[in-house]
């Protein structure tokens, strides 16, 4: 506590596994974006070695309905809700920025509880840096949104 230069910490950029969401791959980051009631059943395979190449490990997921009515791809989301598309944007799930291939990335629509669209027109001269900052529908979430304040 008495230390005054901040501790700089770079995480940890382990490489996280596949998701494998009905035969489909996904950026491991929107395992976040299912519900879980909706999953059948998971199962994780580990990477093996070959001539000193390792492969990724998997998580593979299926989940109980085979269709995936609820999943809806990045583009797709931002037309449905009018959400301006800009070259640069930056997203976070339940509070975690998510740094991943935006190709990759599908949401369970009946998981979303709200997206925050926050321009950062004031962090350069540009003006189009754009933030999702994305909420599921977790119970502390919930819980959060129902609390009324009175002041």
Excluded at 11 to 27: D, Q, R, T, V, Y
Excluded at 73 to 94: C, N, V
Excluded at 114 to 128: A, C, R, T, Y
Aim: aromatic share 6%.
């Amino acid at each position: 506590m008495d230390e005054r230069k901040p501790r700089i910490i770079y995480p940890n950029h382990a490489e996280s596994p596949k998701l494998i969401l009905n035969g489909e791959e996904f950026a491991f980051v929107m395992i976040k974006m299912l519900n879980s009631n909706k999953i059948e059943s998971f199962s994780v395979e580990k990477g093996s070695s070959v001539d000193g190449v390792k492969t990724q490990d998997r998580m593979i997921v299926k989940t109980k309905s085979q269709r995936s009515n609820d999943m809806i791809s990045l583009p797709d989301l931002l037309k449905k809700y009018k959400i301006t598309k800009s070259d640069r944007m930056i997203f976070s799930i339940d509070g975690e920025i998510v740094n991943e291939n935006t190709d990759l990335m599908k949401f369970d629509e009946s998981n979303l509880m709200q997206i925050n669209v926050i321009n950062l027109d004031k962090v350069d001269e540009s003006g189009d840096l754009v933030y999702l900052k994305i909420l599921t529908r977790t119970p502390e979430n919930v819980k959060k949104a129902n609390i009324i304040y009175i002041r």
